[in-house]
């Protein structure tokens, strides 16, 4: 009943399931049926003989463990682990009846925070929840958990193991690593010169925030996907000793075909701001002073905001808050900050432009 737990729990109360938690924190899962989440507390032997689905919200290590007692029922198990090869492994050598009934997943979803405090039930919403079936599995229940989580707002796909564990390794395990990695480097280089941290911009914090995710759980990662992770750190080694190589020797044309190839790639992203073939992003230069954002939100009260961020400016007193909306509802906003004394500016978002 943690993050991923007590939102999954909020999330499918929310609409319409009858969900129900276990958790060696009762404490955790107090606070869930208080809330509202679970109906009431079920063992996973309980859960496998009354429940429809089970969805083991713990490291692969502990899954595994829980393996034999989730599948001693009629319920159909999935799991939430970042690292799919080894539980997909261990299944693949059970007994054939008990293979059928677990269908691995991976909700791309989550945040540096933990515990039930921390859980949301729009956690999921327009996010991909990855469906990873053993090898050996006859995808008969694939169509249950698909129903699932399409149910809490989410998209789904389907991957083998080795896929999955190939791919997140470099979209989810290596950022994570790299965040680390450049933390410790500024946290290194700030004793004896304190004001360093403090003078750590937008940029600093955008790429170091995933810093601050559960170590128990990154390390479970690391030693799970270990191969896949240690690929796709030398592939980034090599691409960083060549933008060594490329600003030792000023070769500016290495580098600005890096940035630009780097920027279009980025603009192309289809996250869940960028669902639409064409979008627009609206900046808006804000001081620092309370109450702007509400003053902002008010005039975009019938807006569809599709992603919202504030950048802060290190060198001046205000920051830029970044709107993403329809071209449709741009040209209003727009009117409608200018004529309340703001200077928002608009960059166009298709992806056929990014692409090109």
Known sequence: MGLIGGSLALAGTSNGHEMYGSDSNLNEVK????????????????????????????????AKSLLDEALSGKAIVTDVAS???????????????KI???????????????????????????????????????????????????SIGMEHCLLSPENHDEIVASISHLPHLASFALMNMASDKAHGNEIMLRLA???FRDM????????????????????????????YIDDLNSLVD????????????LFAKSATARNSLPDAARRLDDLIEIYIPVPDMPGVLTQITSLASDVNIYDIK??????EDRGV????????????????????????????????????
Not at 87 to 94: E, K, T
Not at 208 to 230: F, G, P, Q
Not at 310 to 315: D, P, Q, S
């Open 31 to 62: 606070k869930a049926i208080d809330s509202g989440s679970i109906l009431s507390e079920l063992s996973i032997s309980e859960m496998a003989q009354q429940c429809d689905v089970i969805i083991l919200c713990v490291p692969t290590v502990t």
């Open 83 to 97: 690292v799919k090869g080894p539980i997909c492994n261990y299944v693949a050598s059970l007994d054939s009846s």
């Open 100 to 150: 059928e009934k677990f269908i691995g997943g991976h909700p791309m979803a989550g945040s540096e925070q933990s515990g039930y405090d921390s859980a949301r039930a729009d956690l999921f919403k327009s996010k991909m929840w990855i469906v990873v079936p053993p090898s050996e599995s006859s995808l008969k229940h694939v169509d249950l958990i698909e129903t699932f989580v399409t």
């Open 201 to 203: 911009g937008g940029g």
């Open 208 to 235: 170091t925030r995933i810093a601050a995710s559960n170590s128990k759980m990154w390390i479970d990662i690391v030693k799970e996907n270990k191969n896949e992770i240690l690929q796709s750190l030398n592939q």
């Open 246 to 257: 490329d600003i030792n020797s000023e070769n500016i044309e290495n580098l600005e075909k």
């Open 310 to 315: 504030i950048v802060h400016a290190l060198e």
């Open 321 to 356: 808050l970044s709107l993403v909306v329809s071209p449709e509802q741009s040209n209003g906003l727009v009117e409608k900050l200018k004529n309340a004394g703001f200077n928002p500016s608009e960059v166009h978002l298709s992806k056929k432009e990014a692409d090109e």
